[in-house]
């Protein structure tokens, strides 16, 4: 294995990984809801600005000898506020369309994620320039003769971990017995005393959140926290959620490391690959649901008459 | 208008009266609203437009009244219409910017009819209106410049361009619903516009310039108009253009809605399986949704292409596609009237408000959400149809 | 009134098995339907009632058999084309096109009858806006023939109707297809008795005006059941358990066990 080929390897599983952050989130909220939740890419980048702000305002304070546990304080603060906020944009709005046709739902939620984009971009000072977001990990280890970034091997192992404590969380515990419950059947769950409102707010606080250490991952990758970076991420983590299937986790994974492998492909071989990722990533999105409507693990749906 | 509905409405006078008032005020208003420079005046104007809506609304009778003498009249209607239309320019007083916004506000109502085919009639969520658009643009600009063919040739071809897009972004549909058929269509509106801005003979980010202006029987659209002595700015060659335009769009639109087509859309809208099961295929309507779209988007591509001139990639982003979604929605979906006035009022407020034009797409997209919430049949609702008048 | 037993065949099915997967809604069901005949489906939830509807209308496409309609094989034949062929159905939750009037509703059920596609739209706007209107006629027609009640409110929206009036509507929105087969699922359900007599005689009347229709209902409400079919077949977890007149059927024990019985005991029990 060359070490350029290994590199590609790596690069593949680190973005496969924050891909997957996120496509859980919409795959998961898919299942509960039944509705499409197009903001929660945009929901998950926040995160970032969040970090940012609070960085920036504990470092004025605590100056630069506090810096890492600054960094580490902002992260937890960025990612409990980035739950917060998915929680908050259900009762505001999503929740209003919880029995109103499906696309009316997608495109407010469409619009939504506009809506955040667009307010990161005017409330954040010098919203609309990209702001440097620090490298989470630093430096390299060697592993069978070749050097492996530390921040991949962070990103795979918090994404593992977030996604290992999600489906023990959905498989183990009462309040994943409760989301599994309504997923099913809204009513029947209602009858058992569950009460649906608290588990949808459970849920999204649970997918914001880890979307949001998906989008951390993700600005830190690229070295910056960009307003618009929702577009293409948010995109991609749904179109990832999509062709796995939509309300299948295993599905969102491989569906993220799908994608990754695709974009990574394309800009290791096609000449000015980086321009025209985007258009492969899509085209693929396009075939896969053309052969397969519901997603390469999908339930296939039999409507009820 | 004040008359009491109570009247029997039999009266043809009173209806050629309404019918004569009706598009008087109506562009009376327009032309204040383009001209308003003050930010108070053009809040003032727009108050003045919701207390209407809410009078309309309140007086079901009025409203009815109004309706129905356009029915009885109208023959006496177009011509109303077509008469305040080509007087229109002459009434802005040579104002360019009123001149160019109107053109502008005209091609996206019929991009917003384009659109309310798909959204309005059948429900689909296209959200690729804008990409049908920019290749309609493109088509003819590429025509134009590379083979030197003339704007009148250009424009029927970028349509037919537009339109076997437009049936390629069909065919997923056939598979594919809801948001797995939306996901299809951002990722086509994606997938376009990163060609556009990546590839060679497109002119990458920078797109294409230099295109060349339309001529008629020797006529070039980039002279001012002489009609009857008086002479009107360059931009009323466009500004007839495209209302030429919008009057074909609601002639189409109009026929479809009326007609069989326009029924089979509205079933499957309301229950695609019932539909299938009252003898309509399902999948032919909405391919052929997607295709009437992108025709029409195509002509309003093209006009948009010769008159600025030059065309990039970011004119037909995403975003446009859901500024033309916005303006359906508040409009009124499957409702014309409604459909136009969106576009304008769209169009029109982040220019006159212009503190506020720097939010205008945060303004979007709060509108559609605030319309999807608080009042989803848009300002004008659907109506139901009439058969044998 | 019985039925002739030399009218021919319009619809019969054979061996129909559908399999969702590991699951066996239906196994080698047959049937049969002759012209003018009006066959009552009972058997409990679950027995596969829907599920027949389903495959005879396209909707379904059987794992194995076949159903013919005149002989001709329907397997594979896209629902919509099914529906041109001569068989149209309701639906057990009404499906009506809500927003749009109740004429409309009827109107779309002649799309199988009327032509003009976008170009006679657009372009011979005179001879689409014709045959429209004649379809509009003709519903209008239809709509009187079936309620003069329904006709009334021939220009409110579908979704304001009463429970009542929604099953008339989707009755005629069904006929305006000028079908040879109509399939009826579950016509009575969510109607009080009352509702369900006066149900009863309207499509008393509907068969009375079309001798030739012949017509399948899904029923749950016996009332209905005994008076209105020539014959009754019982399903129960997807098998066939007896085909015959009513007071046939009543009699075997496996009938009153699968249905009838429990049936009653649902009621003792409510």
């Known amino acids: ?305 | 208008m004040a008359h009491p509905s109570s009247q029997p409405s039999g009266n043809a006078l009173s209806a050629a009266f309404i019918v004569l008032a009706v598009p008087l005020i109506g562009a009376g208003f327009l032309r204040q609203f383009l001209l308003a420079e003050d930010w108070r005046l053009v809040l003032g104007l727009l108050a003045l437009f919701a207390v209407v809506l809410v009078v309309l609304e309140r007086l079901p009778a009025l409203e009815t009244r109004i309706e129905t003498a356009f029915a009885r009249q109208s023959r006496l209607a177009l011509l109303v219409g077509i008469v305040v239309v080509l007087g229109f320019p002459f009434a802005l007083g040579g104002n360019t910017y009123a001149l160019h916004l109107c053109v502008i506000s005209m091609l996206y109502a019929v991009l917003a009819l384009a659109l309310n085919f798909q959204l309005g009639s059948a429900n689909i969520p296209n959200f690729a209106t804008g990409a049908s658009y920019g290749i309609g643009a493109y088509a003819s600009a590429l025509l134009a410049l590379n083979f030197g063919v003339s704007f009148w040739l250009a424009l029927p071809a970028a349509a037919v361009v537009a339109t076997i897009f437009g049936f390629l972004l069909g065919i997923p549909s056939m598979r594919t619903r809801d948001s797995y058929l939306a996901l299809v269509t951002i990722a086509f509106g994606v997938v376009v516009h990163q060609l556009l801005n990546n590839l060679e003979f497109t002119g990458g980010p920078n797109g294409l310039v230099g295109i060349p202006v339309p001529e008629l029987f020797g006529h070039a659209f980039s002279d001012p108009l002489v009609i009857f002595g008086q002479s009107l700015p360059p931009q009323a060659n466009f500004y007839y253009l495209s209302a030429l335009l919008v009057f074909i769009s609601i002639v189409f639109a109009e026929r479809l809605h009326d007609s069989r087509v326009g029924l089979a859309w509205n079933a499957l809208r309301a229950d695609e399986l019932a539909a299938r099961c009252q003898g309509i295929n399902v999948t032919w309507y909405k391919v052929l949704a997607f295709a009437v779209d992108a025709f029409l988007a195509g002509f309003a591509g093209t006009i948009y292409a010769f008159y600025v001139g030059f065309i990039s990639p970011d004119n037909f982003t995403f975003l446009v596609s859901v500024t033309i979604m916005t303006m359906v929605i508040a409009g009124g979906m499957d409702n014309i009237l409604g459909v136009i006035v969106g576009a304008f009022l769209l169009t029109l407020l982040p220019e006159k408000l212009r503190a506020f034009s720097d939010y205008r797409i945060l303004f979007f997209g709060v509108t559609v959400i605030l319309f999807l919430m608080i009042r989803p049949q848009g300002l004008f609702p659907q109506r139901l149809r009439r058969y044998g008048d | 009134m019985g039925i002739s037993s030399s009218a021919p065949l319009v619809l019969e099915g054979e061996n129909l098995t559908m399999r969702f997967g590991g699951l066996v809604a239906m196994a080698e069901v047959a049937f049969t339907l002759k012209r003018g005949e009006i066959l009552g489906i009972i058997g409990p939830n679950g027995a596969g009632k829907s599920t027949l509807l389903n495959i005879i209308t396209g909707i379904y496409v059987p794992s194995s058999g076949e159903v013919r309609l005149e002989g001709q094989r329907l397997n594979g034949v896209p629902a919509h084309k099914i529906v041109a062929r001569g068989i149209a159905r309701t639906f057990q939750s009404s499906r009506l096109f809500a927003d749009l009037s109740v004429l409309d509703n009827v109107v779309i059920g002649r799309h199988t009858h009327t032509k003009a596609g976008v170009f006679d739209a657009i372009f011979r706007r005179r001879r689409a806006k014709a045959e429209l209107d004649a379809a509009a006629a003709h519903a209008e027609d239809l709509l009187k023939s079936v309620s003069r009640g329904l006709y009334a409110q021939r220009h409110r929206p579908a979704g304001e109707l009463a429970q009542a009036d929604r099953r008339r509507l989707e009755i005629a929105r069904a006929l305006a297809t000028d079908p040879k087969v109509l399939l009826l699922d579950e016509p009575s359900s969510g109607m009080d008795d009352a509702d369900t007599d006066a149900l009863m005689d309207d499509i008393r009347a509907v068969c009375a005006q079309r001798p030739d229709l012949a017509l399948m209902i899904i029923e749950h409400d016996m009332r209905l059941v005994a008076s209105l079919p020539h014959r009754v077949m019982v399903l129960d977890y997807g098998q066939k358990l007896a085909d015959g007149p009513y007071e046939e059927i009543r009699k075997i024990p496996r009938v009153q066990e699968a249905y009838l019985g429990r049936k009653a005991t649902q009621h003792a029990g409510a």
Not at chain 1, 47 to 65: K, R
Not at chain 1, 98 to 121: D, F, S, W, Y
Not at chain 1, 214 to 226: C, K
């Open chain 1, 1 to 305: 294995m060359s070490e350029l080929f290994f590199q590609q390897v790596v690069n593949w599983i680190t973005l496969g990984s924050i891909y997957a952050l996120i496509a859980v989130g919409f795959s998961l909220l898919f299942g509960v809801l039944n509705i499409i939740h197009f903001s929660h890419g945009d929901v998950s980048l926040l995160a970032p600005f969040f970090a940012l702000s609070v960085i920036s305002a504990l470092g004025s304070v605590m100056g630069q000898a506090g810096s890492l546990p600054v960094l580490l304080l902002g992260l937890a603060v960025a990612i409990a506020v980035t739950g917060a906020v998915g929680v908050l944009l259900d009762l505001v709005v999503i929740q209003r369309f919880r029995k109103a046709p499906a696309m009316m739902a997608l495109v407010a939620t469409v619009a939504l994620g506009i809506v955040l984009r667009e307010l990161i971009r005017h409330l954040f000072p010098n919203g609309s320039n990209p702001h440097a977001f620090p490298r989470l990990v630093d430096g390299d280890i060697t592993l069978a003769g070749y050097s492996v970034p530390l921040f991949s091997l962070a990103v795979v192992a918090v994404s593992t971990l977030s996604v290992g404590a999600l489906f023990f969380m959905l498989n183990n515990t009462r309040l994943g017995l409760h989301i599994k419950a309504v997923s099913q059947d809204r009513d029947a769950a209602r009858l058992m005393a569950i009460s649906p409102g608290r588990i949808f707010r459970a849920t999204f606080f649970v997918a914001s959140a880890i979307g949001a250490v998906g989008g951390l991952f993700f600005s830190s990758y690229a070295g910056m926290a960009r307003f618009d970076f929702s577009i293409d991420v948010g995109l991609i983590g749904f179109s990832a959620a999509v062709v796995g299937g939509l309300g299948s986790m295993p599905g969102a994974i491989i569906g993220s490391l799908m994608i990754a492998g695709l974009d990574t492909l394309v800009q290791a071989v096609v000449p000015n690959g980086a321009s025209y990722r985007l258009v492969f990533v899509f085209l693929l999105v396009i075939c896969v649901l053309v052969f397969r409507p519901s997603g390469l693990l999908g339930r296939t749906l039999v409507e009820k008459v």
